[in-house]
């Protein structure tokens, strides 16, 4: 007989193959910055407060606050949520997804900064030391263009016992965050931009397919020559989703298109 295995460590390198680079650095991250988290005060130093964020120049918190404010069972919904991207990356490639989550986090940010220099010229003196932080910033607007690419999809709801169109399903999510732990505006703003890039209001800021391939030749080359990282040209289109290439897949969290939208999902920054 060989040596004893250790059950955690077998696990955890059954999701690492698994899993797509950009969703398993993804999860990694939130769960890193969570346990950091104990030890230093990083919310504090990374939270997206328009006063420090612009105020004092300090523009590397409208990048990293995503990673900060996650409490523990936020942390595991987030992760669980994840999961159900590395499908999507699977369809569309991981540089695809990378600058979904980029430019969703990023223009989460900047729609919370624009909100509050509104409410502070409009004589709230405080507006402007909100604070924006937690990975459902990037994982909000994610979850409504994956619904939006089959929005009248019926779709269930946790274990309510009737079925909501999938266009719908971010804002159930959201009513029931709010519901017990209050309204957050950051939230709802990123669920403002997953709608509006989803419609096709940021079509001017999405990447072609070529421009992908060249930031995979360029820029991402050293990131993309990584295992389980998915080139453009290699992404499965809508055979990610058929059920031999998604066994563990839970329908009711979070949302794909069917084969016959994948024309959407597959393009530049997928759309």
């Known amino acids: 007989a060989?040596?004893?295995?250790?059950?955690?460590?077998?696990?955890?390198?059954?999701?690492?193959?698994?899993?797509?680079?950009?969703?398993?650095f993804a999860s990694i991250g939130v769960?890193?910055?969570?346990?950091?988290?104990?030890?230093?005060?990083?919310?504090?130093?990374?939270a997206n407060v328009p006063l420090?964020?612009?105020?004092?120049?300090?523009?590397?918190?409208?990048?990293?606050?995503?990673?900060v404010g996650n409490s523990f069972f936020s942390m595991i919904f987030i992760v669980m949520s994840l999961q159900q991207q590395k499908t999507f990356e699977q369809?569309?490639?991981?540089?695809?997804?990378?600058?979904?989550?980029?430019?969703?986090?990023?223009?989460?940010?900047?729609?919370?900064?624009?909100?509050?220099?509104?409410?502070?010229?409009?004589?709230q003196e405080y507006a402007l030391t909100y604070s924006a932080s937690s990975f459902w910033l990037v994982v909000f607007p994610l979850l409504v263009y994956n619904c939006m690419q089959t929005p009248n999809l019926p779709r269930r709801f946790f274990i309510l016992p009737f079925e909501v169109p999938s266009m719908y399903y971010p804002l159930l999510l959201f009513g029931m965050f709010s519901l017990f732990g209050g309204p957050s505006l950051s939230m709802f703003l990123s669920l403002g931009v997953g709608y509006a890039y989803s419609l096709g209001y940021l079509d001017r800021i999405k990447p072609s397919p070529q421009q992908l391939e060249d930031w995979e030749r360029g820029a991402l080359s050293g990131l993309a020559s990584r295992d389980g990282y998915i080139l453009?040209?290699?992404?499965?289109g809508s055979a990610a989703w058929t059920p031999q290439n998604q066994p563990d897949r839970d329908a009711s969290v979070g949302g794909a298109p069917t084969a016959g939208s994948s024309g959407r999902g597959g393009g530049g920054g997928g759309g």
Request: charged fraction near 10%.
């Open 52 to 67: 420090f964020s612009v105020g004092h120049f300090e523009v590397y918190r409208l990048v990293l606050s995503p990673f």
């Open 91 to 123: 369809a569309t490639g991981s540089t695809n997804l990378l600058v979904l989550m980029g430019m969703f986090g990023l223009a989460s940010n900047l729609a919370f900064v624009l909100v509050c220099y509104t409410l502070y010229f409009s004589g």
């Open 232 to 236: 453009s040209s290699a992404a499965m």
């Open 31 to 46: 769960v890193a910055f969570y346990i950091a988290s104990f030890f230093l005060s990083l919310e504090y130093a990374l």
């Open 2 to 24: 060989g040596p004893p295995t250790n059950p955690v460590l077998d696990a955890y390198r059954t999701w690492e193959l698994q899993t797509p680079l950009v969703t398993r």
